[in-house]
């Protein structure tokens, strides 16, 4: 029986090699088919995962309380915060919240920052010295914040890789001076590299002072819009979660048919987010590509169904020597299976290389799925096969007498 199937094998390939030109443009369909699939896959996935790898790089479990009713950047000068969180609430989750390690109240704004030969617009970030290990940003030269420059209000500053590019080019900034507004800082430690976020966002230029600087000097407000956490673990997040959220209504003394007067957020949810919208992403692309697919297997089925017509009197002759309807059937099964087999194969080849150069363009590592590869083979193979039936059914079906007389 195996070598029936290899003898009708080798009969199939023959007859495509006769018709070279007419097989290849059979095989464009499916191999365009499996190319996107390939591509599409692979490249989505890569970037899912580097999205995922570079929210997880944000910051150590962490999670965000922010005020519901604080209106940043739109209160007039000189008018109280609005916010609803407190530096006191930051110091209560710290010390009663048991999944909780960490917590920094912060608060953030833009400001032109001069130095002696430059100036240039960075993002000023107020906290305390837990801020960079809860971010999991090292500082590479100088040192970090101290709980002593918070206390005594010290005008000390850490700055980021482009706010130091920007404003002092070469030179190092250890112990130079900025200014923001009318106030100077002096540099006390660089931070390390750590690029753009998932939004597009430079986190390298940044500038990280004292909270208490930051709220009352420079903002003119009593508490920050924001508390910055970081949970014991990945385990204990959920648990963090629940217990900030029940402390700090408590604190704020809300009925349970208030709603909160604040949010909490995890990177857990921005994870989750980013894969939902990769995965979408992915499985719409997978379905166009599947699209392409079936119009090559009615490429295929075409070609075949010409072939048939082509090849009426061979088959009668087959058939008149006593070849049976099921060889006839095999036959032509075969030879389309080989067609989109090949066209399948040709697409994997084409869309790793693709799927490599366009990963290496954008920055990416493309994700490359054995699973998917020998799904995509599979699928164009079992195309060929089922729009060859028709074809292969009609070969069979051909009368022998009347087969024999076709011209």
């Not at 110091?91 to 960490?102: F, K, L, N, Y």
């Not at 850490?158 to 923001?180: C, H, M, W, Y």
Request: hydrophobic letters at 45%; charged letters at 25%.
């Amino acid at each position: 029986m195996f070598t029936l199937w290899m003898e009708c094998f080798k009969m199939g390939l023959r007859e495509l090699w006769r018709h070279k030109l007419r097989s290849f443009l059979t095989m464009i369909g499916i191999i365009m088919g499996v190319f996107v699939v390939i591509v599409s896959v692979s490249v989505v996935q890569g970037v899912k995962d580097s999205l995922i790898a570079d929210i997880r790089k944000a910051g150590k479990n962490m999670i965000f309380v922010i005020s519901e009713d604080a209106k940043r950047d739109k209160r007039p000068i000189g008018m109280l915060s609005g916010s609803n969180l407190s530096r006191a609430d930051a110091e209560a989750i710290e010390i009663e919240c048991d999944a909780v390690s960490m917590s920094s109240g912060v608060q953030g704004k833009e400001f032109l920052v001069i130095t002696d030969t430059s100036s240039f617009g960075v993002p000023i970030t107020g906290a305390d010295g837990k801020y960079t290990q809860i971010r999991n940003w090292g500082v590479i030269e100088g040192r970090d914040l101290e709980p002593f420059d918070i206390v005594a209000r010290r005008r000390v500053c850490l700055i980021g890789q482009t706010a130091v590019r920007e404003l002092f080019g070469d030179r190092s900034p250890i112990n130079r001076t900025v200014r923001i507004g009318q106030m100077s800082f002096k540099v006390v430690g660089v931070l390390e590299p750590k690029g753009f976020n998932p939004l597009g966002m430079d986190e390298d230029n940044a500038l990280i002072i004292p909270l208490s600087i930051m709220l009352r000097d420079l903002m003119d407000v009593r508490e920050p819009d924001a508390i910055l956490c970081s949970a014991t673990s990945d385990d204990e997040v959920e648990d963090a979660v629940e217990q900030i959220t029940a402390l700090l209504r408590q604190r704020h003394k809300l009925l349970e048919t208030d709603p909160n007067d604040f949010k909490v957020t995890t990177l857990k949810e921005k994870e989750e987010q980013a894969r939902a919208v990769s995965d979408q992403m992915t499985l719409l692309i997978f379905f166009l590509a599947l699209v392409s697919l079936m119009v090559g297997g009615v490429g295929i089925m075409n070609i075949m169904l010409v072939s048939v017509t082509e090849r009426t009197r061979e088959i009668g002759i087959r058939m008149a020597i006593g070849a049976s309807t099921k060889a006839v059937n095999r036959q032509f099964l075969i030879e389309a299976g080989v067609i989109s087999s090949a066209g399948g194969s040709v697409g994997i080849i084409l869309g790793v290389l693709a799927a490599t150069s366009i990963a290496d363009a954008i920055g990416v590592k493309a994700m490359m799925s054995p699973t998917i590869v020998i799904l995509a083979f599979v699928f164009s193979a079992g195309v060929g096969v089922l729009f060859g039936l028709l074809p292969a059914r009609r070969a069979a079906s051909l009368n022998p007498i009347e087969a024999l007389r076709h011209d």
